[in-house]
């Protein structure tokens, strides 16, 4: 008896010995499986209901786009070869492959993309809005279409070319299906067998795919993880290639099996001062204000100190990477003195208070600094408790005159569009300046270098107008196996999947 | 006996009405919308009306209780208001990974937390108060820590088992066995101290009673006095210690899931409330509640099988 426990004994250690397996990491040199870390599940695979940020991840496998955006961000050729405007610039004119079927044997002709299209505008996801100025899509034979608009939209030809342009299976388009398990014409198919909806999505090599030789790994595995100890975990052991991982994992995280990449994250981060008006807080209504919080912020130091010294320490909103940007514009030095000097100008030598939604409790450095440099000119936060699943519906309602938050910051077109005409999604006040909307205007039917001088015009003046108190553009940080290699794409937050590479 | 199941039987099914019918009213007094959050920003009002009649929002809250009971009771608990899944489904994915790791610690506790109790009954001295100090110890530091610790030792540093992740059984027997040690043992840890301290009392309380003495004084050895008279005796205190073990594991294992990224259900509790995916919910507390409700009936059987006198109390 004694005997026999000891041999299961044996047995179970032997197990367990033999079943340490877990961490298999790919070493360099072989192309077997591309395994990234998401912070979050896709929403569902339905286009027009995805968005275009991280989700990307899990859509760029499966499915093709009408063009590709390239690493600098501008549209190549895809499932088009060729497009082209008319003069108006509302008129799209395409030609498609004719090579491409869907996994399930549907054809990719014009039928598909105009059943897509149509599709993705009706969505309510981000990708959605991006298609919203499409008015009809007409099929003129199996490989050309035109597309319609109902006014010029400088940004049409980049969001087809990501995640906007994804293109389904028409068979597919409308089943509840769809939105768990995509079908689609891309590089992989997903393989619903080996991934579990929220968990785990795992795509296995497509093989009668157009254009393989751009996607050198056999499968993909994305992983969701809830706690970033355990995203870091992951890296750390080799269980996934790839995942973002906080400022503070970097300084720990580089080793022989790691690298720490750090890509810029298109969004402007700082104070926005949404109550341009005055409804809640009279003082901001006043651009001496608006301006004399600006002054208030050490944005070297703050780079330094919150971000961990990964960002581009700015007053602009547009973003460092388009041609809106420029270094002269940085026009708000840290000047308390100076600051306080405008407050008292504009009739506020005794400060105001500044309601502002809560983030202590998930951004205690960033609110930190932000407490210190306000109540340094006399002005006091007044921090109210944030709901988790209320609170960016809060926001855009107008509850708060001014949050501690971050935007995207992508193309100036996008960003005018997102954040400084008056039906802004992100200008909850709905605050109208009539130089805003001429300039923004008159860029819209602009191309080349005089679209760019319309965007530093506009640039300039939201800084000269102090309409956000942008402190940084931040980085976004990354943990890479030193099995591969990443490249980011100009305007896009999360690297495309075929900028991944097994290591040189 | 047959009495004596029908009212702990009923007595869970209560339990389970009243707590899943409190969580629906406190979950819908929250006042979130969940059409408008499923839908996001841009969504029209006219998109969001037709998606909170989709999902029976528009109904009474009255009438979406009973809707929710009625299916409840045939086995139908709804689908996600997020991913649209059922979520019998759900349950299905979450359950096998957190009951792995549950009635593991169970196991492991139990065994080893016995032991340890009776080698420091009989053998007192210096492995007794070792055992208290080293439990006092151990039943202070929280099941994530340990977790934590577990994981960057054994599974980053030394590579002995997987960091993240579950491996089901059916997929490769050795890789779930490798994927539930380190959480199995960060929940085991604290629950071996307790049950080892209740079976150490309860021993040492039996030990001391007449009849061993008198066992021992006709010449029974000291492994049959203990095994068969002694800690059969000792072990009801013990076993309500097991069945409070699994209620602080199903608990812990909250934590425990999110620092090994095992899609249990934990996580999908966690996931499920913080954007109010009420049916999910209500699906995740009816399935703890049930859970709870026959770890302690198995309890309540095991003791009134050990003692007879339980049945009739």
């Known amino acids: ?504 | 006996m047959f009495y004596f199941l029908l009212r702990r039987v009923g007595g869970g099914i209560f339990l389970l009405f009243v707590i899943v019918t409190v969580t629906f009213f406190l979950l819908n007094a929250i006042g979130n919308d969940p059409a408008r959050q499923i839908l996001g920003p841009t969504a029209s009002a006219e998109l969001v009306e037709a998606k909170r009649a989709e999902l029976g929002l528009d109904l009474p809250v009255a009438v979406q209780y009973v809707n929710w009971l009625t299916s409840a009771i045939t086995g139908d608990l709804g689908t996600s208001w997020y991913s649209s899944q059922p979520v019998t489904e759900l349950l299905g994915f979450a359950l096998p990974p957190t009951l792995s790791m549950v009635i593991g610690a169970i196991l492991v506790s139990t065994v080893i937390g016995t032991v340890i109790g009776v080698v420091a009954a009989t053998r007192r001295g210096a492995v007794d108060r070792g055992l208290q100090f080293f439990s006092t110890v151990i039943q202070a530091v929280p099941a994530f820590l340990v977790a934590i610790v577990l994981a960057v030792v054994f599974a980053v540093q030394l590579g002995l088992f997987p960091a993240t992740g579950y491996t089901s059984f059916a997929a490769s027997p050795s890789d779930w066995l490798a994927s539930i040690v380190l959480p199995v043992t960060a929940l085991a840890l604290a629950s071996i101290a307790s049950i080892a301290l209740q079976v150490r009392g309860s021993m040492i309380d039996v030990l001391r009673q007449d009849y061993v003495r008198t066992l021992r004084s006709r010449g029974l050895s000291d492994r049959s006095v203990l095994l068969r008279h002694t800690l059969r005796n000792a072990a009801g205190p013990a076993l309500t210690t097991i069945s409070l073990t699994f209620i602080i594991a199903i608990s812990g294992s909250v934590i425990v899931e999110r620092v090994f990224n095992i899609p249990g259900i934990g996580t999908q509790a966690n996931t499920s409330a913080s954007r109010g995916d009420l049916p999910v919910v209500l699906g995740v507390v009816a399935v703890t509640v049930v859970l709870v409700v026959l770890v302690n009936l198995i309890v309540d059987i095991a003791q009134g099988w050990i003692n007879p006198k339980v049945r009739v109390s």
């Open chain 1, 1 to 504: 008896m004694r005997n026999k426990l000891a041999a299961a004994i044996v047995a179970a250690c032997a197990l367990v010995l033999t079943a340490c397996s877990g961490a298999s990491p790919n070493t360099a040199g072989e192309t077997q499986e591309l395994r990234i870390g998401a912070i979050s599940p896709i929403a569902s695979f339905e286009p027009g209901n995805f968005d275009a940020g991280p989700g990307s991840a899990f859509i760029q496998p499966v499915y093709d786009t009408i063009l590709r955006n390239d690493s600098e961000g501008e549209p190549q050729p895809s499932i088009a070869t060729e497009w082209s405007y008319d003069d108006s610039g509302t008129e799209l004119s395409l030609t498609l492959r004719d090579d491409v079927t869907f996994t399930d044997g549907a054809k990719l002709d014009a039928e598909a993309v105009k059943a897509n299209l149509e599709a993705a505008k009706a969505g309510t996801g981000e990708t959605a809005g991006q298609l919203r100025f499409i008015d009809t899509v007409t099929v003129e034979d199996p490989t050309h279409l035109t597309i319609s608009l109902s006014a010029v939209d400088p940004s049409l030809l980049t969001n087809l070319g990501g995640a906007a342009g994804s293109l389904a299976s028409p068979e597919a388009l409308g089943t509840p299906e769809l939105a768990t398990t995509p079908v689609g014409s891309g590089p992989y198919v997903f393989d619903a067998a080996a991934s579990q909806t929220g968990v785990t999505y795992a795509y296995t090599r497509n093989p009668d795919y157009w254009n393989a030789d751009d996607f050198p790994f056999d499968g993909i595995t994305i992983t969701v993880f809830n706690d970033g100890n355990a995203v870091t975990n992951a890296l750390r052991s080799g269980q996934i290639d790839f995942a973002g991982i906080s400022d503070q994992a970097a300084e720990t995280l580089e080793s022989d099996r790691l690298k720490v990449e750090s890509f810029p994250a298109y969004t402007a981060s700082g104070v926005f001062l949404f109550d341009r008006n005055g409804t809640i807080v009279p003082a901001l209504a006043d651009v001496r204000v608006r301006q004399a919080i600006n002054m208030a912020f050490d944005r070297e130091q703050i780079v330094e100190q919150v971000y961990a010294g990964v960002g581009t320490p700015t007053a602009q909103s547009f973003s460092e990477s388009s041609a809106a940007f420029d270094p002269s514009f940085e026009k708000y030095e840290h000047d308390v003195d100076a600051a306080k000097a405008l407050l008292a100008e504009a009739g506020y030598a005794d400060g105001f208070t500044l309601p502002m939604p809560d983030l202590g409790p998930i951004d205690p450095k960033r609110q930190a600094a932000v407490t210190e440099a306000l109540t340094a000119i006399g002005i006091t936060p007044q921090y109210e408790p944030v709901n988790g699943e209320t609170f960016i519906s809060d926001l855009l309602s107008g509850k708060y005159p001014a949050a501690i938050f971050n935007l995207n910051s992508h193309r100036p077109w996008d960003f005018a569009q997102l954040a400084l005409l008056p039906d802004s999604l992100w200008n909850p006040f709905h605050t109208t300046d009539e130089n805003i909307v001429d300039l923004v205007n008159m860029a819209q039917t602009q191309t080349g270098e005089e679209a760019d001088a319309t965007f530093r015009e506009l640039n300039e003046y939201i800084v000269d107008q102090a309409w956000f108190a942008t402190l940084v553009q931040p980085n976004s940080v990354f943990g890479v196996s030193s099995a591969i290699d990443v490249e980011p794409r100009k305007f896009s937050t999360w690297p495309p999947i075929w900028n991944f590479t097994p290591a040189s």
